[in-house]
Structures are given as structure tokens and as C-alpha cells.
């Protein structure tokens, strides 16, 4: 079912965070746990958040589908960049990879390290709140998508940039800002209007607000609304990374 050049390329991406778990996973999570008591602490009983339901309550779902976002965003484009910097990308492009081979490989593994370092973060801070799977499938589906987008937009970062400053300037200019003002610390209904609407725009609230669902039953959006904007936005950014690299952009010299 699986060329042994896609089971290579799989392993070898998922042995690259295995090997530095320390930084990749255990990082993360410390990260998520500072967020959590910091923010839990400062704006508890200050921000609107779900009827009935505490504010870290509120917070957990948020920090995790964060870190299962920025994970696989990181992995994919680290990887890609340091294959070409170090110039072993061509051990890559000469075996006979299709160019989905090639996409999915990184985009699991992608998927696996985010999937890993969401379950350790909510492991380790579901002991600070009561939480409910009320729709297990949402969280899911939601958690499996969200990975899988910031995948592939990690692969199409790390084809564009060729240095580190720019895989850097992407991460902070575009990642972090989508990241944080796409409802993690907040509903957005405790928004200004005009700031609502412009949260709408952002496909990283509906993967969170999606995600949020599963545990509460409630969200500021409907949960399909929101699986079909994260599909379609799925659809675009694989379709874009299958063009970059059937035309070997900033790949082949």
C-alpha cells in the first residue's frame, strides 16, 4: 500500500523529534503549563467565557490545540529548511517519491509529534479543571485536521524560505499572531464587533472553536460551520504544496 520510499522518509521524520523529545515534546508542554497558570492566575473571573464553565476550564482546550498547532507547523518547516541548508534535500528528490509521497510523509509525521506533544499538554493540565468529552469525535476531528493544516503550510514554509530568518519571520509574523487572536484566551463574543468579524477571517478560530466543541457542546460557531472552513482551507493549502513541489520551487538548482 505504502512504498518503502514514503516508509522511509515517514520514519526518518518521525525519528528526527523522537531523538530531541526533550525539545520537542517536553519544551512544549512546559510552555503550555506556564501559559496555563500564568493566564489561569491573571484572568480568572475577568474574561466571558461558556456559561458554567471555569475559565481554565475554558483555557485547557485552547492550550493544547496551541501546541498541537505550532508543533506541526514547527516540524515540517524546521526539517525542510535544514535539509536544505545542510544540502542533503537531494537524498530526498532523487529516489522515485511522488510528490504526495513525499507531502504526506512529512504531514504525518507532522500530525504524530502534534498529536503526541496536544496528548502530553492535556494529560498534565487536565488535573487543574473538570472536563467533559461531550462529543469525543469533534475533538478528533478537529485536533487531526488542525495538525494536518499546519503541516502542510509547514511544508510549504520550509519549500519558500531558505534561510532560517525567514522560516522565523513567517513563524512570528504569521503563526503566532493567527494563533493567539483566533479565541485561546478568550470567546470571541467578548469582543468589540468589528473585531468579531475580523476573527471570522481567521481559519485558526475555527479550528480551535471546533476543537473547544467536543468538550463543552457548545462554541461560538457551529461545529460544522466550522469543520467545513478548516476542510476547504485543508483542500487549498494541499493543493498548493502538491504544485510547489511537482515544480521543484527553490528545490532544485
Not at 40 to 57: D, F, Q
Not at 119 to 126: D, P
Not at 143 to 165: Q, R
Request: glycine share 8%; proline share 5%.
Amino acid at each position: 500500500m505504502f512504498s518503502v520510499g514514503f516508509q522511509t522518509l515517514f520514519y526518518k521524520e518521525t525519528l528526527r523529534f523522537y531523538k530531541v523529545a526533550t525539545q520537542t515534546v517536553a519544551a512544549p508542554v512546559l510552555t503550555a503549563m506556564l501559559y496555563l497558570l500564568i493566564f489561569g492566575h491573571v484572568l480568572k473571573g475577568t474574561v466571558p467565557r461558556y456559561p458554567g464553565v471555569s475559565y481554565i476550564a475554558f483555557l485547557i482546550p485552547g492550550l493544547v490545540m496551541m501546541s498541537v498547532l505550532q508543533n506541526a507547523f514547527a516540524n515540517a518547516s524546521s526539517s525542510l529548511i535544514q535539509s536544505k541548508i545542510t544540502g542533503n534535500l537531494v537524498f530526498i528528490l532523487l529516489p522515485p517519491l511522488s510528490h504526495w509521497e513525499i507531502l504526506s510523509a512529512y504531514v504525518l509525521a507532522s500530525v504524530l509529534r502534534a498529536l503526541v506533544v496536544g496528548g502530553c499538554v492535556f494529560g498534565i493540565t487536565v488535573w487543574f479543571a473538570d472536563l467533559a468529552f461531550v462529543a469525543p469525535l469533534w475533538i478528533f476531528a478537529f485536533a487531526l485536521l488542525g495538525a494536518a493544516i499546519l503541516g502542510t503550510l509547514g511544508v510549504i514554509c520550509g519549500v519558500w524560505a531558505e534561510k532560517f530568518d525567514q522560516l522565523a519571520a513567517f513563524q512570528n509574523f504569521l503563526i503566532m499572531p493567527a494563533t493567539f487572536l483566533s479565541g485561546v484566551f478568550y470567546s470571541i463574543h467578548s469582543l468589540p464587533p468589528v473585531w468579531q468579524t475580523v476573527s471570522h477571517f481567521n481559519p485558526f478560530f475555527y479550528m480551535i472553536d471546533g476543537f473547544r466543541h467536543g468538550f463543552f457542546g457548545t462554541s461560538d460557531v457551529s461545529p460544522w460551520t466550522s469543520l467545513a472552513v478548516v476542510s476547504a482551507f485543508f483542500a487549498l493549502l494541499a493543493a498548493t504544496a502538491i504544485n510547489l513541489l511537482s515544480r521543484g520551487y527553490k528545490l532544485r538548482h
